[in-house]
């Protein structure tokens, strides 16, 4: 993405996460963001560290858009979906690349929603739209707050419609929430918001 085109939209990064009961709520997600989302995805889905992951093949197959796992300095490209793999923090810089570390566990999980969460609020500023969807802990509730201290949006699954209501709740608790939705209208949200031009 150019600068100028970061200039001319609203938001330039969507960025997720979930844990238990993820893989469907992602699907779910990704299977109504249609084929022409106009910013980058990255996903942060706890997973068994111990095991080889097939989390993008997976969720290809409910995405209207390409997933891949994430890859160490690759840049980030609008309409494709990056996902985290297991036990690798995932994070984005200001020159719009991914960076994956193996540095300490957060909340006792890698990937950590709230690294990914802190990365992108320092990278992209208040063109951040993060959202937080069913899973257990409080992973992504500091995010979610860093996210908002620079401007950007907030969206959580209402914790109420979510399969494991720990993260929503937790995410809900820090009054960062700029949208608290079921699960089937977070997608319609999250294009709107994307289409809208920056004022």
Do not use: N
């Not at 942060?44 to 300095?73: N, T």
């Not at 960076?99 to 690294?115: G, K, M, Q």
């Amino acid at each position: 993405m150019t600068s100028d085109q970061r200039t001319q939209q609203r938001y330039s990064v969507l960025a997720v996460a979930s844990s238990a009961g993820g893989i469907k709520g992602l699907g779910t997600l990704l299977s109504a963001l249609g084929t022409e989302l106009r910013v980058p995805v990255l996903i942060v889905q706890h997973l068994d560290r111990k095991h080889r992951s097939y989390i993008a093949e997976v969720l290809a197959r409910r995405s209207l858009l390409p997933v891949k796992l994430a890859q160490h300095r690759e840049p980030v490209e609008a309409g494709t979906v990056y996902v985290a793999p297991p036990d690798h923090h995932l994070l984005v810089g200001s020159d719009g690349r991914l960076s994956l570390t193996s540095t300490d566990l957060v909340h006792f999980v890698r990937p950590s929603a709230d690294l990914l969460f802190e990365s992108v609020a320092a990278a992209y500023g208040d063109q951040a739209l993060v959202c937080v969807l069913t899973g257990t802990g409080v992973d992504g509730a500091k995010g979610v707050d860093t996210v908002k201290a620079y401007g950007g949006t907030v969206i959580v699954q209402d914790p109420l419609t979510a399969e494991f209501k720990g993260m929503p709740d937790a995410a809900v608790a820090t009054g960062a929430a700029d949208f608290v939705l079921p699960l089937e209208d977070i997608a319609a949200t999250i294009r709107g918001l994307v289409d809208t031009k920056r004022q």
